[in-house]
């Protein structure tokens, strides 16, 4: 399976909120590439927020599990690695471009399972790179952007 395709995520026209949807359904590559999770606010406005803080702060902070083997993990070296890192790297990448920050730092954030959503809501981290299943009470808390 190839990477995503990065010129797609238009992040300044989207107002910097996406998310794409997990199926409980047989994994096929399609859906592998669907459960790649990225979040970053809860509307248009705060990802707004969140996309002023990254270029005054010169620094993204991504959150992700350190045990959800093949999407995030901690690799061999302590780094983050799997497919939501990846997916992560290139959104990273995106906001980095479509913000003139060629020198923008990113900080990995591991982060709990149960703590997922939190961390976003809360600003601890600007994004989490993970699998997050459609539900109501996660759709009350953050916005979901067709995969």
Not at 37 to 63: D, F, H, K, N, W
Not at 80 to 95: F, N, S
Not at 113 to 126: E, H, I, Y
Request: include cysteine; charge should be negative.
């Amino acid at each position: 399976m190839s990477a995503p395709d990065s010129s797609r995520l238009d992040l300044k026209n989207k107002g910097a909120c996406i998310m794409t949807l997990v199926s409980s359904c047989t994994w096929t590559p399609a859906r592998l590439v669907a459960a790649l999770m990225v979040m970053l606010g809860l509307s248009a406005p705060a990802a707004a927020q969140t996309l002023e803080r990254i270029q005054t702060a010169g620094t993204i902070t991504l959150g992700y599990e350190a045990d959800a083997r093949p999407f995030s993990y901690a690799g061999e070296t302590g780094a983050p690695a799997g497919y939501a890192v990846r997916l992560c790297e290139i959104v990273a990448d995106q906001v980095r471009e479509q913000l003139s920050l060629t020198d923008l730092k990113v900080d990995w954030v591991p982060v709990k399972t149960a703590d997922r959503l939190s961390a976003v809501t809360s600003g601890q981290v600007d994004l989490f790179c993970g699998a997050v299943p459609l539900t109501l009470s996660n759709r009350a808390e953050v916005s979901f952007s067709i995969p």
